[in-house]
Each structure stands twice: as structure tokens, then as C-alpha cells.
Nanobody, 117 residues
Framework: QVQLVESGGGLVQPGGSLRLSCAASRRIFSINAMGWYRQAPGKQRELVATLASGGSTNYADSVKGRFTISGDSAKNTVFLQMNSLKPEDTAVYYC???????????WGQGTQVTVSS
């Protein structure tokens, strides 16, 4: 069974930066998009950013100008550079891959990001 493995979370002060990484344990074919989602305590999971296989990106309004998604669908890797972090960015961050046949069917286990002084 394919797993998505995330890394790079942690504790950072407001205004700081973190870089999240995600890679598949085995090759996934027919990826049409990769993305990052997050879930804060007591809240629903929300979209943070997506990267389509053609290169187009989409960001939640709350992270535009601060976060940058990048990756390589052929290599099954996706990254999230997070700058100017705010306490409201505190959440568990999940990476996800979408395929043409199954949609957003692959999910990582989540990595905790805590922004606090």
C-alpha cells in the first residue's frame, strides 16, 4: 500500500518560516494534482494550496503571498514553503495526491505545525 510521508513540521515563532516535504513510499501514476490541507483543533480540514500537473497553483486567501507550493508529480514529491507564519497557521498539515481515476485518494499521516512565542 502506498503511503505519503510528510516531514518538516515543528514549533516556530510568529514571523518565522518552515518548509514541509511530502514523498510517496512507492510510485503513484496518473497524478493530476498535489496539495496541502490543514486541520486546526475544533475546525474542519481546509485547503491550503494545490499544484496541478500542468503547473498551475491555487492558494487559500489566508496564505496567499506567504506560502508557496512546489513539487514534481513524476517524482511524487510536493513541498510547502511557509513564511511569515502566524499563530492562526497552527494546525496539522496533510499532503495529498489526486489521480485522474480516483481523485484525492492519497493522504499523508499529518505533521504538526505550531506557531507560538
Amino acid at each position: 500500500q502506498v503511503q505519503l510521508v510528510e516531514s518538516g513540521g515543528g514549533l516556530v515563532q510568529p514571523g518565522g518560516s518552515l518548509r514541509l516535504s511530502c514523498a510517496a513510499s512507492r510510485r503513484i501514476f496518473s497524478i493530476n494534482a498535489m496539495g496541502w490541507y490543514r486541520q486546526a483543533p475544533g475546525k474542519q480540514r481546509e485547503l491550503v494550496a494545490t499544484l496541478a500537473s500542468g503547473g498551475s497553483t491555487n492558494y487559500a486567501d489566508s496564505v496567499k503571498g506567504r506560502f508557496t507550493i512546489s513539487g514534481d508529480s513524476a517524482k511524487n514529491t510536493v513541498f510547502l514553503q511557509m513564511n511569515s507564519l502566524k499563530p492562526e497557521d497552527t494546525a496539522v498539515y496533510y499532503c495529498s495526491f489526486s489521480t485522474f481515476h480516483q481523485g484525492w485518494n492519497y493522504w499523508g499521516q499529518g505533521t504538526q505545525v505550531t506557531v507560538s512565542s
